[in-house]
């Protein structure tokens, strides 16, 4: 038998899958996928922690006050009118009814300290806050709120104040009017035939009153002090036809939310200080309300204030990073796969898993220092690590330094980059394209000489 030779040359052995440069690639792309997997898990992880964190902000709130809302002060006026019913044998019936009437000018002079309560390695910030409170009320706007023939009670007309959870009451209120002192008594004061105690209003809960005992309509001005903890948020309600609040507070992250925001504000290292001016026609609701459901809608759902804000909010940071999670690990393949396709070197699908596996651990790693440590000082002690276990394992599978040095020098790019797009949220996008496409320019410039076909049948 003659043996014979193809024209070609000699047969080539079969190349063994992991020698093909395509096949590389898809088994890189569906560890890619597969890293998804522990990733979803540490989100759940992230969700968790959350949730342990907000339960231990809770109950920090019960124990010192919740987020507190002042809306008030305002008159509460029972009057009776005559009805004509048609039909009946006696056609007149009497109808009790309640006039709620802001005032002309609500003034707030606020001050807060503030300080943080942990519970385990959870942290809530807290406030002690002093308010001292004026409130104007017109004669004649008194006079004119009432329809013709009503029989109003000025006697019964008290006036009412609510916040929102009383246990952060720090002592007790007493009002003064017209030089004499009234002390505030719980609920506000009415049944709930008047529509005061009922869902509607509230649960009456958060209420004040105190009767004043009025002769008729005059001139009123009430003043106030009110001293109030709370956790988290401190918020007013815009009641006055022109309402003014002032606020101070040695927190140095306010956030300032609501409806209206501070006309002024300054903001330093050692406090903050806003002021708020709302005028009638900014609020958005009338002075005088006959039912004590929309009264109570309107005036809670307009209110501002500041929330005592915790700059360092590592869940969230976290939670943001993890959004890029997967394009990193992509990335951290990608830089040893340029590198293995410019070496003679090739690496196994489970070198490349335990690549991966070291960038997820990476998460991990940020959110359990996180709580311990802060943000930035755990983001640079998981990097460092991460890094330096990934630079000295490529040492290892390529066998020299030079090769394992420009590793560990991309991947510390790549996590620099990260922790860039996580402070700079506004420049994220450009910054995480900009990456994207260095990223794709790098590996088209070192793999431009590439006999991608020679690769694909092998040396």
């Known amino acids: 038998m003659t043996n014979t030779l193809s024209s070609s040359g000699p047969m080539r052995a079969p190349v063994p899958p992991t020698r093909s440069s395509g096949v590389k690639a898809i088994v890189i792309a569906a560890l890619t996928i597969v890293m998804a997997v522990p990733l979803f898990f540490i989100q759940l992880v992230l969700s968790d922690r959350q949730g342990t964190a ?36 006696n056609p007149v019936a009497i109808a009790n009814r309640v006039r709620i009437i802001l005032p002309d000018d609500l003034a ?22 002093r308010l001292d409170i004026t409130a104007r009320f017109d004669r004649q706007m008194l006079a004119r709120q009432f329809p013709e023939g009503a029989k109003i009670a000025w006697q019964n007309a008290m006036l009412a ?10 002592d007790n209120v ?10 505030f008594q719980p609920g506000f004061g009415l049944g709930s035939t008047e529509g005061l105690a009922n869902p509607g209003f509230g649960d009456g809960r958060g209420g004040l009153h105190a009767p004043l005992a009025l002769d008729g309509p005059r001139d009123i001005r009430l003043e106030t002090r009110l001293m109030l903890r709370g956790s988290r948020e401190l918020n007013f309600a815009p009641l006055g036809r022109r309402t003014a609040v002032t ?49 109570w809608a309107a005036l809670h759902h307009s209110s501002f204030g500041v929330r005592f804000y915790q700059p360092v909010d590592y869940y969230q940071l976290v939670g943001r990073s993890l959004k890029y999670a997967v394009l990193f690990v992509a990335l951290a393949f990608l830089s040893f796969f340029v590198v293995e396709t410019v070496t003679s070197q090739r690496l196994h699908a489970v070198q490349y898993a335990l690549v991966g596996a070291a960038q ?12 311990h440590i802060g943000f930035a000082a755990a983001y ?24 394992a ?55």
Request: contains cysteine; hydrophobic residues 50%; proline residues 5%.
């Open 54 to 89: 907000n339960s231990a902000a809770t109950e920090i709130a019960a124990a010192a006050g919740g987020p507190q809302t002042v809306i008030g002060p305002f008159l509460v006026v029972p009057y009776t009118v005559e009805q004509i019913v048609p039909g009946l044998k």
């Open 108 to 129: 707030v002079a606020a001050h807060a300290d503030t300080s943080v309560r942990k519970r385990g390695i959870f942290a809530a910030p807290v406030y002690a806050a």
């Open 161 to 170: 104040l609510s916040v929102s959870d009383l246990r952060g009451l720090a």
């Open 174 to 183: 007493t009002l003064r009017e017209s030089g004499r002192g009234i002390d």
């Open 247 to 295: 606020l101070d507070s040695p927190w140095a992250s306010p956030s300032f939310a609501g409806d209206v925001l501070p006309q002024t504000r300054t903001v330093t290292a050692a406090g903050f200080k806003a002021r708020w001016v709302v005028p009638y026609l900014a609020r958005g609701f009338e002075t005088v309300f006959d039912n004590p459901q929309a009264a």
């Open 360 to 371: 997820v651990l990476f998460y991990l790693l940020l959110l359990s220092l996180s709580e």
């Open 380 to 403: 640079l002690a998981a990097a460092m690590a991460t890094v330096t276990l990934t630079g000295l394992y490529a040492k290892a599978v390529f066998r020299g330094v030079g090769r």
């Open 405 to 459: 040095a420009l590793l560990t020098a991309m991947l510390a790019v790549l996590y620099g980059c990260l922790y860039a797009i996580l402070n700079a949220e506004d420049d994220a996008l450009l910054i995480g394209s900009g990456l994207l496409f260095a990223a794709l320019a790098g590996t088209m410039y070192a793999t431009r000489r590439i006999d991608w076909f020679g690769l694909a049948q092998g040396d």
